[in-house]
């Protein structure tokens, strides 16, 4: 027997269902990912139109039935409209839900990456915030939620947490000086080493609070980049799209820096 319940949630994908249905993908605190029907949500003038596209965050009123749920209601207290008007920023902010998509499921504590996801979203609508080290700030915090984060905090070799000075990737950490000694790995900053362990450590609520430079920044993509491509096994069709869109514009400011 079916009953309703109120979820609090994101919608983090939609498609369209026949002529006035849609399908979406939830991401909620009390369900963790599910897929819901929103029916009539393409029905102009429709309650459920807005409230059925991507950001848009509230309570979700669903009936659940023995194999599906149908969203009968929503009260959205943040659509999250500053993304949809900034391009670049939308880019970033697909990526995210399709990285919660892909680690939600159903029936698990998804609460911190919703609480991720949301203060994520946030930062990119935060004209003060670099949305590339929002980026990877909330890819390395996504892989400590789901248990897949690096160990940089001792060596992976003899377990000394001093003079960690190489990012190994494929054992998932660090090295000290002495250990990487003809080991292929990558050279790891200081400053590089501490932004990760901040990221690592600190509460969601504080991650976006601070800035880093150039160097540190490139250094952390390079490592992310490769990181996230030995342990993740899917690739994100936002983030091709997004970094065609970045590859466009640098190839623009490089044209400019030339004339």
Same mark, same amino acid.
């Given at each position: 027997? /079916?009953?309703?319940?109120? @979820?609090?949630?994101?919608?983090?994908?939609?498609?369209?269902?026949?002529?006035?249905?849609?399908?979406?993908? @939830?991401?909620?605190? !009390?369900?963790?990912?599910?897929?819901?029907?929103?029916?009539?949500?393409?029905?102009?003038?429709?309650?459920?139109?807005?409230?059925?596209?991507?950001?848009?965050?509230?309570?979700?009123?669903?009936?659940?039935?023995?194999?599906? &749920?149908?969203?009968?209601?929503?009260?959205?207290?943040?659509?999250?409209? !500053?993304?949809?008007?900034?391009?670049?920023?939308?880019?970033?902010?697909?990526?995210?839900?399709?990285?919660?998509? &892909?680690?939600?499921? !159903?029936?698990?504590?998804?609460?911190?990456?919703?609480?991720?996801?949301?203060?994520?979203?946030?930062?990119?609508?935060?004209?003060?915030?670099?949305?590339?080290?929002?980026?990877?700030?909330?890819?390395? $915090?996504?892989?400590?939620?789901?248990?897949? &984060?690096?160990?940089?905090?001792?060596?992976?070799?003899?377990?000394?947490?001093?003079?960690?000075?190489?990012?190994?990737?494929?054992?998932?950490?660090? @090295?000290?000086?002495?250990?990487?000694? /003809?080991?292929?790995?990558?050279?790891?900053?200081?400053?590089?080493?501490?932004?990760?362990?901040?990221?690592?450590?600190?509460?969601?609520?504080?991650?976006?609070?601070?800035?880093?430079?150039?160097?540190?920044?490139?250094? @952390?993509?390079?490592?992310?980049?490769?990181?996230?491509?030995?342990?993740?096994?899917?690739?994100?069709?936002?983030?091709?799209?997004?970094?065609?869109? !970045?590859?466009?514009?640098?190839?623009?400011?490089?044209? $400019?820096?030339?004339?």
């Amino acid at each position: 027997m /079916g009953q309703t319940i109120v @979820l609090t949630g994101m919608v983090l994908s939609a498609v369209p269902v026949g002529e006035y249905d849609k399908r979406i993908t @939830l991401l909620t605190r !009390e369900r963790g990912k599910i897929s819901a029907f929103a029916r009539g949500a393409r029905r102009p003038n429709s309650q459920m139109m807005a409230a059925s596209n991507p950001f848009s965050f509230g309570q979700f009123e669903a009936y659940e039935g023995r194999s599906s &749920y149908t969203v009968l209601k929503a009260d959205i207290s943040n659509y999250f409209r !500053e993304l949809t008007v900034d391009l670049d920023s939308a880019y970033y902010g697909f990526y995210f839900m399709e990285i919660a998509d &892909y680690y939600g499921r !159903e029936n698990a504590d998804e609460i911190h990456m919703l609480k991720l996801l949301y203060q994520s979203l946030r930062a990119l609508e935060n004209a003060h915030l670099n949305n590339r080290l929002v980026r990877r700030i909330f890819e390395l $915090k996504a892989m400590v939620i789901n248990g897949e &984060y690096p160990n940089v905090f001792s060596c992976l070799k003899c377990g000394k947490n001093e003079n960690l000075t190489h990012f190994h990737v494929k054992s998932g950490g660090t @090295l000290c000086s002495s250990c990487a000694k /003809g080991v292929p790995s990558f050279y790891i900053d200081e400053s590089t080493l501490y932004t990760m362990q901040y990221i690592i450590t600190s509460s969601i609520e504080k991650l976006y609070t601070f800035a880093v430079s150039e160097e540190v920044l490139e250094k @952390l993509e390079k490592i992310m980049n490769e990181y996230m491509k030995n342990y993740i096994d899917r690739k994100f069709h936002s983030l091709q799209v997004l970094e065609e869109n !970045e590859g466009f514009a640098a190839g623009i400011l490089t044209e $400019k820096d030339g004339r």
